[in-house]
């Protein structure tokens, strides 16, 4: 099965490439992206944005595609800010994405302090060593494992895995959502979320800002990182250095649209627009 979609508002690399997910894969003109237990293969020619998948339903919903961007990237580009008017010119394909919530927590507590191409490493060994094998028309691959399957895993595994002193961390909070699920955080305004989160072994502000906006859906969060503090201090002339006030910042500016903002400001200044 599969359905098309505008490519001037879907752009599968700008929407996979921007750091909000790890994993997908080059294959055939396109990519493979998978989360919790499914994949599609998702390609454009510039036009139109195909997905297929055997659960088009799902992915559907996972682009966001039932969203009207155009009119996110108009507010961003009335702001008239340069870089942003620019970014949400040439990213306007960028959605993003509505993704599991456990497996974004487990992605996250592996992405801080690292690289992409070595957190998309670990999960993949995460998900080879825990996760059930499945055949898909594009070839087998492994689920991300359930909570419960994490749980029972020794801190070695992790280890070996290459997750570093992430280890802990994703053994005790692998053990604590397998018993509590995360059903009850889905009630949470942002900054509830956010406290919450931060209960959580492994997860600090970042963490929990990127998770609640990826995972949980909440576009008032704004997660910042080195990149968005070298745009804060070059593009909005900033001198705090406190990450929570900068974070505080944005979103007193921008309201709810911070998270698609901060998506067109982080992606762009990784393109050096």
């Not at 994703?170 to 889905?186: F, M, N, P």
């Amino acid at each position: 099965m599969k359905f098309d979609f505008d490519a001037r508002y879907f752009n599968p690399e700008h929407t996979l490439d921007c750091g909000q997910v790890f994993r997908f894969s080059r294959y055939r003109d396109g990519f493979l992206s998978l989360s919790a237990d499914k994949i599609c293969y998702v390609h454009s020619d510039g036009v139109k944005t195909v997905v297929e998948s055997d659960d088009c339903d799902y992915f559907y919903n996972y682009f966001d595609l039932d969203r009207d961007y155009s009119e996110i990237v108009e507010k961003a580009k009335s702001y008239g800010i340069p870089l942003l008017s620019k970014s949400a010119e040439l990213c306007r394909g960028l959605r993003i994405l509505n993704q599991n919530r456990e497996e974004m927590i487990y992605s996250f507590i592996i992405s801080q302090n690292n690289n992409i191409p070595r957190i998309k490493g670990i999960i993949s060994r995460i998900c080879e060593g825990l996760g059930e094998k499945k055949s898909s028309p594009f070839g087998d691959y492994h689920a991300f494992p359930s909570s419960s399957a994490m749980a029972g895993a020794d801190i070695s595994f992790y280890r070996s895995a290459g997750a570093g002193y992430r280890d802990e961390y994703l053994c005790r909070t692998s053990a604590r959502i397998a018993k509590e699920g995360v059903t009850r955080l889905d009630g949470l305004d942002a900054e509830s979320l956010r406290k919450e989160l931060l209960t959580y072994k492994g997860i600090g502000p970042k963490v929990a800002d990127c998770v609640a906006l990826f995972g949980f859906g909440k576009s008032q969060s704004f997660p910042v990182d080195t990149w968005v503090e070298k745009i804060y201090r070059e593009d909005f002339k900033g001198e705090v250095k406190d990450r929570k006030k900068i974070s505080d910042y944005f979103v007193s500016v921008f309201g709810e649209y911070s998270g698609y903002i901060q998506q067109y400001l982080f992606y762009g200044k990784r393109l050096n627009l």
